[in-house]
């Protein structure tokens, strides 16, 4: 889009730590998260893993998280298009 992420991020109303995750601020923890969807979507498998790891989460719950995420978003999607 040609917009620096810190120039959208001013003028949404979003807590600084939301706001620092999304600028990947390596201080704040939940830009771990952010990492590991990242990771996810890069098929790679060995970071996130270790992600989960650190943020304790067991490989076989994430997976049903990721799918039930999925299965929200198709969700959300559908009752957008209906809505227009």
């Known amino acids: ?11 949404m109303p979003l807590k600084a730590n939301v706001k620092n995750a999304l600028l990947r601020d ?5 830009t771990r998260y952010l990492w ?3 990771a996810i979507c890069r098929n790679e498998w060995d970071v996130a893993q270790s992600l ?12 049903k998280m990721y799918m039930q995420a ?3 978003v198709a969700e959300l999607m559908t009752s957008i298009s209906k809505a227009h």
């Open 1 to 11: 889009m040609g917009i620096q992420m810190e120039e959208i991020l001013n003028d």
């Open 26 to 30: 390596a201080d704040e923890p939940l």
């Open 36 to 38: 590991l969807l990242d």
């Open 52 to 63: 989960l790891r650190d943020v304790g989460v067991p490989l076989s719950k994430a997976a």
């Open 70 to 72: 999925g299965r929200d």
